[in-house]
């Protein structure tokens, strides 16, 4: 059975860091799509960043770009997204998503969710 576990949200100033991490188990991703997803309240689920699996081909949300970065590690089986310079409007919930066709924004491509981790940036 596949899970996907996230990690890492909490409370945090802006222009503060977070990493937020997602451990996939029940099979590796190899030659797939991994992605981060967010959903603030009252609003609909939104791209961040996607990556394949080796790190060859990563995407952003121009919302993120610069301040996220979106990295794996085989070893771990794990997903990171490092956010930097973070804004109250990154506030949201944020979804690890697995086993992507291709790297890109739709949620439609990826097959596998996690249960997201809360990400509360404070001005």
């Known amino acids: 059975q596949v899970q996907l576990v996230e990690s890492g949200g909490r409370l945090v100033q802006a222009g503060g860091s977070l990493r937020l991490s997602c451990a996939a188990s029940?099979?590796?991703?190899?030659?797939?799509?991994m992605g981060w997803f967010r959903q603030a309240p009252g609003k609909e689920r939104e791209f961040v960043a996607a990556?394949?699996?080796?790190?060859?081909?990563?995407v952003y949300a121009d919302s993120v770009k610069g301040r996220f970065t979106i990295s794996t590690d085989n070893v771990k089986n794990t997903v990171y997204l490092q956010m930097n310079s973070l804004k109250p409007e990154d506030t949201a919930n944020y979804y690890c998503a697995a086993g992507g066709l291709a790297v890109g924004a739709s949620s439609r491509l990826y097959n596998y969710w996690g249960q997201g981790t809360q990400v509360t940036v404070s001005s």
């Open positions: 990556i394949r699996w080796s790190g060859a081909s990563t």
């Open positions: 029940g099979r590796t991703f190899s030659g797939h799509a």
